[in-house]
């Protein structure tokens, strides 16, 4: 990644001179903290992002989210950084037009993951992204409405290739494997393959309804916190301050000088936190932010 980030050092935009010196470095999670219910960056938030960016204060988003369902979400935004997707899984560098990988799942891994879910009766989604930046997901027929609404309302309508299951490769690049289903079920499977020592399960209640859950399996190594510490090392960050509300979210707050979490945050999370702020429905983080950097 060092050859990616090098490039950094030219830019002339004010996120890119604050890294010339001793700097905050901000890291968003998405879902639940940077987002509103609607799952959108509000107009408040927007300008405040304007902000933090005439000011020259450096900013980027670390999400369990994949790069194709973030993209639409981010665009226009100035998120000029690399971009944290998947976990730290994923590093997209948007100067560079570059992904980068850390941590893919291999073939034992994958089988590991799909033995359990189709032992459940469980559609497993597979999440492959090729050297040209092409996102695929590859599937077996669901068997569940919850499952075949996913793939008909959302899947279809993105830039992702989807093929059946058996056209997945022994050297496709996966970044991760997801699910959604009855919540009971997918909370013994979150049990069983966190004991695999290495897989990591992540998973939280379903837009759909409160009868579901969905989840996320990665590579154990794989986290936003790893990621987090690669970015300062390369950008000669002095002061990293994150904003998280879930799980997924322990490994950048253990490491973060600064950590914050949204009033709705998991309780783990509040624990770990410098500082609970206001709920991201309500602007939350923007509102501290403009307070924190008198904006």
């Not at 976990?87 to 590991?112: C, M, R, Y």
């Not at 695929?136 to 008909?152: A, G, N, S, T």
Request: proline residues 4%; glycine residues 6%.
């Amino acid at each position: 990644m060092s050859n990616i980030f090098s490039q950094y050092g030219h830019c002339i935009c004010p996120q890119q001179q604050a890294i010339k010196r001793p700097m905050d470095l901000i890291f968003f999670d998405l879902d639940g903290t940077l987002l509103n219910k609607a799952s959108e960056i509000s107009p408040f938030t927007r300008d405040t992002l304007s902000l933090l960016n005439k000011n020259g204060i450096a900013y980027t988003v670390a999400t369990g989210r994949t790069m194709l369902s973030a993209k639409g979400i981010l665009d226009g935004h100035d998120f000029e950084l690399p971009h944290i997707y998947n976990n730290g899984v994923t590093i997209w560098h948007p100067k560079a037009q570059q992904l980068s990988f850390e941590n893919l799942l291999d073939n034992s891994e994958i089988a590991a993951i799909l033995d359990v879910a189709l032992g459940q009766g469980i559609t497993p989604f597979v999440n492959a992204i090729d050297s040209e930046h092409h996102h695929f997901i590859f599937h077996p027929l669901p068997r569940h409405q919850v499952e075949k609404d996913l793939v008909e309302k959302y899947f279809s309508r993105t830039k992702a290739k989807i093929f059946g299951l058996e056209a997945l490769t022994q050297n496709s690049q996966v970044t991760n494997i997801s699910m959604i289903g009855d919540a009971k079920v997918i909370t013994k499977m979150w049990q069983e393959l966190n004991a695999n020592p290495n897989l990591i399960a992540y998973s939280g209640p379903a837009l759909e309804g409160e009868n579901f859950r969905w989840m996320d399996v990665h590579h154990r190594l794989a986290s936003k916190g790893s990621a987090v510490i690669n970015l300062k090392q390369q950008l000669g960050a002095s002061n990293i301050i994150c904003f998280g509300d879930s799980d997924n979210d322990v490994s950048m707050f253990e490491l973060a000088d600064e950590s914050y979490a949204p009033a709705n945050a998991k309780p783990a999370i509040k624990a770990l936190a410098s500082q609970v702020i206001g709920d991201h429905h309500e602007d939350g983080i923007a509102r501290f932010l403009r307070e924190r950097f008198s904006l």
